[in-house]
């Protein structure tokens, strides 16, 4: 067997990229079945949605763990490292384990690739297979799964998994999930499988009516946010967190605090202890308060509306689709208001640029566009056009618009640039896409 060094494992998978998305379960059924069907071997907590599904992923293992559990996680993508995408047992993955295991499934990889099932593996569903490795190699009680895209052909609906998520579903990626919100949550919520839990945290009337439906369906058990679990009391701590009283399915749950900012969070709290005490009934144990509240307080989510540094205040924030940018403006507006704000904008090229870029200017005294180290990153040409329609007279932003408009060719030139210009009370905020935090946002 080839043994892999970290920089080789993360070259191949570079340049697995070329690929793009290939929606089907045909190749990562295949290359499990060579591997054993590791998937069969682990329990799994499958998280769909449009945002949020990091956090909630992450929320939900590490509760888990605390518990006494040897959970896990796979989500995706990573900020600077493939080792952010594994999590297990209280640490992320490390480059030597990492190495090893990408080494322990190349065989079976190339043999995939040989056999021609509408052309070679993708990047997304060999790190999926990867995942599912992992927790069988590792003894793992529960891996909590992120979607990559949707939910029916995403390489992680290999799993059967006995709860499901769903955070909340926006319009995104239509060309291959569908042009309505009924048409792309129906694709989410294939990850329902027969006599499973559901939880979600979607109000939206459409998105219920599928999932009611669906679990219908599979026998399955639905819970919503508001009616089946809900926050009774939350409370904002400056630059830190929220502290949060919540009303699960099977208890309440006193004084939680998260050192996680942004004002979605406590929903995505909300909807984890919902799934955490769902998978703890299933495992026929009852959630510990005093472990729950102590495993929580130490949880990082980078580039979540994470504050980086103070004075000024500069804040990383992952946002990547108009649903997200408009939670954004949210959180810069209540909690930041009166304060001069220097946004650094750079978005993906096949995203809804023009609605998320409207939505920026809202909240813009300075802006600064730029492009992200990734080919796929928007021409700042274009953004910049883009936004002087936006400006002209009879636009759509609800403002004359920013004082200062700057274009710079990097997010670290930019950042850099921002903090020369900036006063010690000012805002700075990076958003746009994950792609923009490479290199900005470091794990601990």
Same mark, same amino acid.
């Given at each position: 067997? +080839? ?162 998520? $769903? ?59 508001? +009616? ?67 495993? $929580? ?89 883009? #936004? ?26 930019? #950042? ?29």
């Amino acid at each position: 067997m +080839k043994k892999f060094s970290y920089k080789e494992a993360s070259g191949y998978l570079d340049k697995c990229l070329i690929f793009g998305i290939k929606p089907g379960l045909e190749r990562i059924r295949k290359l499990l079945k060579l591997l054993g069907e590791p998937q069969k071997k682990t329990e799994f907590i499958h998280i769909v949605g449009s945002n949020g599904k990091t956090s909630t992923a992450v929320m939900t293992a590490v509760m888990l763990y605390g518990q006494g559990l040897r959970s896990a996680y796979h989500i995706s993508p990573h900020i600077n490292e493939y080792t952010e995408r594994f999590w297990f047992c209280g640490s992320n993955i490390t480059e030597g384990r990492f190495a090893m295991l990408f080494s322990s499934i190349y065989p079976a990889i190339e043999r995939v690739n040989s056999m021609d099932i509408g052309g070679e593996m993708t990047q997304f569903e060999i790190i999926s297979a990867m995942g599912f490795a992992l927790a069988a190699q590792e003894n793992i009680d529960v891996m909590v799964l992120e979607a990559g895209l949707g939910g029916r052909w995403d390489a992680t609906n290999a799993a059967d998994a006995i709860v499901a998520g $769903l955070t909340g579903v926006s319009l995104e990626h239509t060309a291959i999930l569908g042009n309505t919100i009924n048409e792309i949550a129906t694709e989410k919520a294939q990850v329902i499988k027969t006599h499973s839990k559901v939880a979600t945290a979607s109000s939206d009337e459409k998105v219920l009516k599928v999932l009611k439906d669906r679990a219908a369906e599979t026998h399955s058990e639905l819970f919503i946010y508001g +009616k089946d679990f809900f926050i009774q009391e939350k409370q904002k701590i400056y630059l830190e967190g929220w502290k949060v009283d919540i009303k699960g399915i099977k208890d309440s749950y006193k004084g939680l605090f998260i050192p996680l900012y942004g004002n979605y969070q406590p929903v995505n709290l909300s909807l984890s202890v919902a799934l955490s005490e769902l998978y703890m009934e299933h495992a026929r144990k009852r959630i510990d308060k005093k472990k729950l509240s102590g495993s $929580l307080s130490a949880i990082k989510v980078p580039g979540r509306f994470e504050v980086l540094q103070r004075e000024p205040v500069v804040i990383a924030d992952t946002s990547h689709n108009p649903e997200g940018i408009a939670n954004f403006v949210r959180n810069i507006l209540e909690n930041f208001e009166g304060k001069k704000k220097i946004i650094i904008f750079s978005v993906l090229s096949d995203k809804d640029y023009r609605t998320m870029l409207a939505g920026i200017l809202k909240i813009s005294d300075t802006i600064i566009l730029t492009s992200s180290n990734t080919a796929r990153s928007l021409p700042v040409e274009i953004l910049e056009k883009e #936004l002087y329609k936006l400006l002209r007279p009879g636009n759509e932003t609800g403002q004359a618009g920013p004082q200062e408009i700057y274009k710079i060719d990097t997010i670290s030139n930019s #950042l850099n640039f921002a903090l020369k210009i900036s006063g010690s009370d000012d805002i700075i905020c990076i958003t746009g896409s994950i792609t923009n935090l490479e290199d900005i946002v470091q794990e601990d």
